[in-house]
């Protein structure tokens, strides 16, 4: 799933396409993509665009008359630009909202159809779809800990909690876990303040640098291949690769098919974490750590 600097990314490419530019038309293919009905989708034409945002994971393109189309790309989402009166793609097309100089599409991979748009009116509108997470780049550390510390709940999972923080995934978590040198299953009650803060200064730093990358990447293009994987990242996506860091090999944990990546050298004191499902499956043979 696009994360917050993928999503930014697209922020970066969308400004200078479509800001203060009128949207021509707008044609949906798939009945699934829309999740309101009033007002019409039909209601975005003939209105200008007057900026865009983030809520979230969700891109937010800001219309005059106090609308808002909400864009959400769940896994598979994507979002390409097209010349002017370009066709939504075969099997993978959702939707296009046309320009008169270019056409915004959108597209989903796999038979699953999880994307959505919300069309919504006003401040209240739009408050709705928030699901309550902070920025961290917004708060200070206070706060950060603070929202940390609400619920005993393991790092990986608080951080990648949309009522909670804003923004972070699964592969993002993973580079910031790794970054502070904390366990993904470390539990967020048993954190103390020194390793608190750490973790607030790592994911401000984590979240910055992989935006500004993603949109020094793209360029003056339109974002192309967001996928969740970079062969810059340290854990994420490189399970059975050695780390670069301290030369353990990376592993991981699978459960309800979301994966966590993890350096047992650089976050967990050598120690391997139990996978739910093969180390009851392994019993005995399962490692316990990486040593000898």
Known sequence: MPE?????????????????????????????????????????????????????????????????????????????WGRPGAPIPGK???????????????????????????????????????????????????????????????LKRTLTDPAVFAGIGGAFADEILFAAGLSPTQMTTNLDDEHAARLHRTAVDVLAHWTALRIAETGDDFPSKVTAFHPDMAVHGRFGRPCRTCGATIQRIVHGGRETNYCPGCQTGGRILADRALSRLLKDDWPRSIGP
């Open 4 to 80: 917050l600097p993928e999503i930014e990314a697209y922020r970066a490419a969308l400004e200078p396409r479509i800001v203060d530019r009128t949207i021509g038309g707008v044609t949906v293919r798939s009945v699934s993509l829309l999740r309101t009905f009033d007002p019409s989708i039909d209601d975005i034409v003939g209105r200008r665009v007057t900026a865009t945002s983030r809520l979230g994971k969700r891109i937010v393109l800001h219309l005059d008359g106090e609308r808002h189309l909400v864009i959400h790309l769940m896994t598979a989402g994507r979002l390409r």
């Open 92 to 154: 993978i097309g959702l939707a296009a909202v046309s320009f008169d100089h270019g056409t915004l599409l959108m597209t989903e991979a796999g038979s699953k159809r999880r994307a959505s748009w919300h069309l919504v009116v006003g401040a209240e509108g739009l408050a709705a779809l928030d699901p309550g997470g902070v920025e961290i780049a917004q708060i200070d550390t206070e706060t950060f800990v603070w929202r940390l510390r609400a619920e005993r709940h393991t």
